[in-house]
């Protein structure tokens, strides 16, 4: 068959096949049954245009998992929706002076023709955007119950800024110091916004982690830890030289505490001016302005020179009462803590780094260290007995930090304490095409809700407005919409102007699609407690730090609320990798992309679903360069005319057929059903082809008439549409059943023809091996040993057998030698 002819075949299958799954509504769950019920969920589409090859790997395997449970009896939800509001949306919009609601919608009735023209098995029922006012009004719902519980609060603060979105962003869309979206560096800048307290949760989503280690990647949860990063340690006060209150300190080590020689405040802290002496002031300054620039990560960043300003000002040691000069530096961060650290350099490279930039005093004070680190410039590790630390000296580092701690809380200079790497979220946004915040500003009343029964607070047209970024919301231009009688006292007041961060939207959307069209709340809860939670996750593992860990803390706050009776979202997470060409990511302005569209119209649906389960593990990258579309349809041409050439009826038994396909068929069955719950998709489909191989080697061999063949053909057809379903539809229908295959049920396996038929006989003289028989995997002892002797008897000769050492049915050794 030509290209151009499969091309228009598998586009004609196509055709036919997804009006009759709409017409049959075969992806609806049904929710009302007994049978066990089972939510399997993809991350949900972003509409910045048509689907893409990552859409393809990604939805390709969620759907295959959806598919099997269907087929083994299951009750399945899978849910179709778009992540709408957001940044690219918007900037896209913008750039073809579109309104970014209209390039939306247009982006989303795209995609979801192609989702169904990929064949995905959605239920289209459940269909939802985020930026509907319908949804988003109890996005705005829960906001408001966030903040009754103190876990939303607004505050001025030193936040990232994206120069080119214009707008704040949280830590975790921060990727090696520039904007996750745009990838523009990112700045700081002062401003009041909005955060959610997710620091309230970090030891419930740390601890919580025990319930996801059998279904979640290691590497995941290996991630979302260190990004929490819970240090155990104790908090220290240092008096301060002409200051009333101390500064606290935290560190994980309070056992090297006599080695602290200097403390180090953030230098864009609050604190930092407030210890500053009047002569440092304008260095201050000026060190200020010129790190203000620096991200987070850059100013973590290993091995970089190491600047700083003398502030001018000493705190007391609190166990020796030295004076200890304090320094401020961008190697500290504001949101640490209180922004201040006590240096130890002998034990940590990065103050010893500061140190030596600036001649400051290094303190050694574990035993066995060999050279000086101020001469070496390495710090040395901070482990063995300790020496020059007063009541700790001899200590092990157990007992001095227990000592210390209870010293500390004895003298009330500090106590025993937790820290964490883990920041407020923080959602306030500069943008429009966003999540309203529902709150009024009252200049008598201050913050006031927006009340339940007024919600969705609805985003006004803004049409032929400029919504460009300007380093302020466009909702502030929206004089009609902004101005509003306060709901407490009915004076002026203003609408809140910035929209909430969109991973907002998704840390709970799991939730509505069992009800997305509930009008008495976010969603029912009789629904969530039938599907909830979700059975398997499948998605990018570029969500572990976002998406993945808001949701786990949303559904956590959510079960506090009452409104659910379970702390974790996500049972089981599957990762796909990236779909790369020629070793590289796909880009638009690396000019090597790969339309997703075009091997659709040339391979057909089936071939590209194929390609991308068979490439390799789901979690592995896949590079197009290296795979074979036009292999995908050959194989399933070939697959196709198997159906074409059985000529036994339906419903033929087939125990009278050719013993050695059926045990083939039985095989495969099991193999592909465990390969298929291990997400070992591309060894499936290898079982599946050789399966093809062995049966159309049958055809050829005795014709097409044996029950076996039909047997083996259906179990084809079956399996096939996990990966392939409108080829398997077709193979269905032409082996004479009425549609769906998506409902025929998974082939049962007939554990007899999965045993092995016979095995290979090792037979040995004295160890080595000589000869090798082929035997009944039944066979008996005195049954084997005089099968072993008859085949070997040419190679014994006159030798004696002294003994006889019997393995059945893998093995007879025959111990030779000189008979007694």
Known sequence: MSDMTRADNAASIQSKWQKVWEELDVFAADGTGERERRYVLDMFA???????????????????????????????????????????????????????????????????????????????????????????????WLFLRFRERGLAYRQASLVNWCPSDQTVLANEQIID??????????????????????????????????????????????????????????????????????????????????????????????LAGELCAPERRAELDVYRERTAPLSDIDRLTAGRAKTGVDLGCYAIHPFTGERLPIWASDYVLANYGSGAVMAVPAHDQRDLDFALAFGLPVQTVVAGVDEDPAATGTAAPAEGQYVGSGFLNGLDRDTATKRVVAELERNGQG?????????????????????????????DCGEVPVPDEELPVRLPDLRGGDLAPAGVSPL??????????????????????????????????????????????????????????????????????????YARFFTKVIQDLGLIDFSEPFLALLNQGQVLLNGSAMSKSKGNMVDLGSQIAEFGVDAVRLTMVFAGPPEDDIDWADVSPAGSARFLARALRLAEDVHSAPGTAAQAGDIALRRSTHQVIAQVTDLVEAHRFNVAVARIMELVNATRKRIDASGSEDPAVREAVEAVAVMLSLFAPYTAEEMWERLGHSPSVARAGW?????????????????????????????????????????????????????????????PPRLVNFVLGSAK
Not at 199 to 217: C, F, I, V
């Open 46 to 140: 972003y509409p910045s245009g048509d689907l893409h090859m990552g859409h393809a790997e990604a939805f390709a395997l969620g759907d295959a998992v959806a598919r099997y449970w269907v087929q083994r009896g299951y009750d399945v939800l899978h849910p179709v929706g778009w992540d709408s509001f957001g940044l690219p949306a918007e900037n896209a919009a913008i750039k073809r002076n579109l309104h970014p609601a209209d390039w939306t919608y247009a982006n989303i009735d795209t995609q979801a023709e192609s989702f169904k023209r990929y064949g995905v098995a959605f239920d289209w029922s459940t269909r939802l955007h985020t930026s509907d006012p319908e949804y988003y009004r109890w996005t705005q």
């Open 177 to 270: 110091g520039a904007c996750e979206r745009c990838g523009t560096a990112v700045t700081k800048r002062d401003l009041t916004q909005w955060f959610f307290r997710i620091t309230a949760y970090a030891d419930r989503l740390l601890d919580d982690m025990e319930q996801l280690r059998d279904g979640w990647p290691d590497r995941v949860l290996t991630m979302q830890q260190n990004w929490i990063g819970r240090s155990q340690g104790a908090h220290i006060d240092f008096m301060i030289d002409g200051r009333e209150a101390p500064v606290r300190v935290f560190t994980t080590r309070p056992d090297t505490v006599f080695g602290a020689t200097f403390l180090v405040v953030a230098a864009d802290s609050a």
């Open 415 to 443: 106590e025993a304490g937790v820290q964490y790497r883990l920041r407020d979220w923080l959602v306030s946004r500069q943008r429009f095409w966003g999540c309203p915040i529902p709150i009024v500003h009252c200049p």
């Open 476 to 549: 502030a231009a929206a004089e009609e919409w902004v101005n509003v009688p306060c709901p407490g006292c009915g004076g002026p007041a203003k609408r809140d102007t910035d929209t909430m961060d969109t991973f907002v939207d998704s840390s709970w959307y799991f939730l509505r699609y069992c009800s997305p069209n509930y009008t008495d709340g976010p969603f029912d809860a009789a629904a969530v407690r039938k599907w909830l939670p979700v059975a398997q996750y499948v998605g990018g593992v570029e969500h572990a730090i976002l998406h993945l860990l």
């Open 747 to 807: 082939p049962e396996v007939d554990p007899r023809l999965t045993v092995e038929e016979s095995v290979t006989c090792v037979i040995q003289f004295n160890g080595k091996v000589q000869h090798r028989l082929e035997v009944s995997t039944d066979i008996g002892e005195e049954e084997l040993v005089s099968a072993a002797r008859n085949a070997v008897a040419q190679l014994l000769g006159e030798q004696q057998i002294v003994r006889t050492v019997a393995r």
